[in-house]
Nanobody, 127 residues
Framework: QVQLVESGGGLVQAGDSLRLSCAAS????????MGWFRQAPGKEREFVGG????????YYSDSVKGRFTISRDNAKNTVYLQMNSLKPEDTAVYYC????????????????????WGQGTQVTVSS
């Protein structure tokens, strides 16, 4: 069982930066692939980016590629989402998710691929 807690959301202006954190419980964090998703009002939850258990591979949606960066610190059981050059269309509730995927070589992209979810953190970008 893994529990995930996101933090770092807030209200910012277009062009600003934010760093989201997702702290995980449990001793096996390093064996999990981690993903970030977001959901805007009236829209489906969408993949933002993810990182494999080994941190060798990351993958981003086209809408955030070049602006967002995912990293993980297995010693701290934490995954981060650095968001730069934020746009109003980035406004959403951001969720982190975990998938047990030791030795996996690809980043899971689908909502249904992940086993555990955090409660979400709101990011609002004003124009």
């Amino acid at each position: 069982q893994v529990q995930l807690v996101e933090s770092g959301g807030g209200l910012v202006q277009a062009g600003d930066s934010l760093r989201l954190s997702c702290a995980a419980s449990g001793r096996t964090f390093s064996s999990y692939a981690m993903g970030w998703f977001r959901q805007a009002p009236g829209k489906e939850r969408e993949f933002v980016g993810g990182i494999t258990w080994s941190a060798v591979t990351t993958y981003y949606s086209d809408s955030v590629k070049g602006r967002f960066t995912i990293s993980r610190d297995n010693a701290k059981n934490t995954v981060y989402l650095q968001m730069n050059s934020l746009k109003p269309e980035d406004t959403a509730v951001y969720y982190c998710a975990a998938k047990s995927d030791l030795y996996g070589y690809r980043v899971p992209l689908g909502v249904r691929e992940y086993n555990y979810w955090g409660q979400g953190t709101q990011v609002t970008v004003s124009s």
